[in-house]
């Protein structure tokens, strides 16, 4: 299918042998042996045959390459598990880690077995239990043909020519499925929703469900730097690839047919699926509720897991085995237990010190027994839970100023938890200029008024035993999250409340744009993302809103590209009286 209008592309690097784990195309077949370790990890458990820059060919003609792992003895067939993004196909799971990640996000020496594609299943894991693992570089990357192009149609296409023709081959039984988290994870609501007939079970652990609203413009700010730095670092071919940048700027910052291909119909899809999602993402977590809320099959689950994402998909035994189970019970007709599995288990954030409580089943997200309950803003930096002030009064902060903001504090007088999804609802001003950019964040404070931060491993796998031991340069939010937040272009305030996915997380079409006049006051709905945190009495949650983004990013390089030139002057929160400002949390 043709793109929905002409795509603008940009130069990236040709591969080069030796970066990312490309080797060259070696269109080879090779058997490496059990108990070598052939990429100084682990040793392999078994013997895995592969085949590599093997060809399949999609609907225009164009040739995908892809990496084979699978068992040596043929005389049975057997299931494939497809992985698919641009970052190179084999080799790079580790050295990414390496390169990017402090502490090697806990995952302990002879952890992996240096096989595995950057976010996928190790093969050497699923190779042993008589799977094929197929590792694709994706249309324009690598060897393989065309430009690259991310996500949309297209992806979703190529994908499912891709899982047909490997169910196809001699020693595969005909089912496929697809696993991965991130943009392995993204992949799979695209190729998912065009109903590929071998396409038989998914597993979409972590992944956005609208490139726009999640990913490049959240509440209609750019915020495309991250993926221009991962692009340039990690995505390797000969063609080009598409340029968001470009793409945002021909679209004057709004939605249009281009970026509606970048949100797939996660309703079309129709076979076991099992979603993880975690509350420290800063880009996967309502995409994977959506996707829970959306797919149209009963056997579905979603785990909330507490560590970032490559931890989880690598570092933790119990959920590869769950994993195993779950393709055993879709892709073998296993009889097993995984239908056992509660289709929704939360996990509590404690923060501090204190591992999270994990794998709580709870009947549905947010939980039955939540209420939302509103807090106004109160002029003494309150949050109050007994209705606004009769009064008008005003709060301000520089919005240009990254450590300036306003702060509204409630404290627990008995043990409490808020799981669920928040909302601010606030009226605002600024006499600077005809629109502001305004984000939200929720932090926990301690007992003495403390902001504290939750690590997104276990503590029993890094060498700091407290966040204060934790270097300045190992501090980014892949390892510490600080809590969730929310963020909101007032001229992108409109809302579809048809389309919202719950009361509290408002759908903004994001197809014009409406000026807000310097000094008038507008109501802004600003959705938050998704928490489960746990306060002792004594302790507090706090609202800090601000004209910069309150993210601590991953990446040095991006440290200086953080910044919102777009807001001007002073913001001013208005509260009381006629502008009743408030948040709305999900007390249990």
Request: with cysteine; aromatic share 10%.
């Amino acid at each position: 299918m043709p793109a929905p209008c002409q795509i603008a592309q940009k130069q990236i690097d040709p591969p080069s042998i030796g970066r990312n784990g490309y080797q060259g195309f070696l269109n080879k077949t090779e058997i490496l042996a059990k108990g070598s370790a052939p990429f100084n990890s682990r040793k392999l458990p078994c013997d895995i045959l592969v085949e590599h820059d093997v060809g399949l060919k999609v609907h225009d003609g164009a040739k995908i390459y892809v990496d084979i792992y699978r068992p040596v003895d043929e005389s049975r067939k057997v299931p494939a598990i497809f992985s698919w993004s641009p970052f190179g196909k084999k080799l790079n799971g580790l050295k990414f880690l390496r390169m990017m990640t402090p502490y090697n996000m806990g995952l302990k020496p002879n952890t992996l077995s240096g096989l595995e594609k950057f976010e996928a299943i190790d093969p050497a894991d699923f190779v042993l239990r008589g799977y094929a693992v197929i590792n694709a570089d994706t249309r324009g990357v690598g060897d393989s043909d065309g430009m690259c192009v991310i996500m949309g149609t297209q992806e979703g296409e190529d994908g499912y020519d891709c899982i047909e023709a490997i169910a196809a081959k001699p020693w595969c039984n005909g089912n496929v499925g697809m696993a991965g988290n991130s943009h392995l994870a993204i992949a799979q609501w695209f190729i998912g929703q065009l109903r590929p007939p071998s396409l038989k079970a998914i597993a979409p652990w972590e992944g956005c469900g609208d490139l726009f609203r999640e990913q490049f413009v959240r509440g209609g700010i750019y915020a495309g730097n991250f993926f221009d730095h991962i692009s340039q670092v990690m995505i390797q071919g000969y063609n080009g690839m598409e340029s968001f940048k470009e793409m945002y700027r021909r679209s004057g910052g709004v939605a249009n047919p281009y970026w509606e291909d970048k949100r797939p119909d996660i309703t079309k899809i129709n076979i076991p699926t099992y979603i993880t999602a975690s509350f420290s993402s800063a880009l996967h977590t309502m995409g994977s509720i959506r996707g829970f809320y959306d797919v149209d099959c009963p056997k579905k689950w979603i785990r909330f897991s507490p560590y970032q994402e490559w931890h989880d998909i690598w570092a933790v035994p119990k959920y590869t085995q769950e994993l195993l189970s779950f393709f055993d019970k879709y892709l073998k007709g296993i009889d097993n237990d995984w239908e056992l599995t509660p289709q929704i288990r939360m996990t509590t954030l404690r923060f501090g010190d204190q591992d999270a409580v994990v794998d709580e089943p709870i009947a549905s997200f947010p939980p039955p027994q939540v209420q939302d309950r509103q807090l106004f803003l109160l002029d003494n930096g309150v949050l109050n839970p007994n209705g606004s002030p009769s009064s008008t009064s005003v709060s301000t902060y520089n919005s240009e100023d990254g450590t300036s903001h306003a702060s509204f504090t409630y404290t627990f007088e008995n043990k409490s938890r808020l799981c669920g999804i928040p909302k601010a609802v606030l009226y605002m001003s600024c006499d600077a200029r005809d629109d502001l950019d305004v984000y939200v964040v929720i932090r926990k404070l301690d007992k003495n008024k403390k902001s504290v931060l939750a690590l997104n491993v276990p503590w029993d796998s890094i060498p700091p035993n407290s966040i204060e031991e934790i270097p300045e340069d190992k501090a980014t939010d892949l390892l510490l999250y600080m809590g969730p937040i929310g963020m909101l272009r007032a001229s992108h305030r409109e809302i579809d409340p048809s389309r919202s996915m719950h009361p509290n997380y408002p759908f903004h079409p994001h197809a014009r744009t409406q000026a807000v006049p310097a000094g008038e006051v507008v109501k802004l709905d600003i959705g938050i993302f998704a928490m489960s945190v746990e306060y002792e009495a004594g302790e507090s949650v706090q609202i800090q809103v601000s004209g910069q983004t309150p993210q601590i990013h991953s990446f040095k390089e991006l440290k200086d590209k953080l910044g919102n030139q777009d807001n001007k002057g002073s913001h001013k929160i208005h509260f009381g009286g006629e502008y009743p400002s408030h948040v709305i949390l999900p007390f249990v």
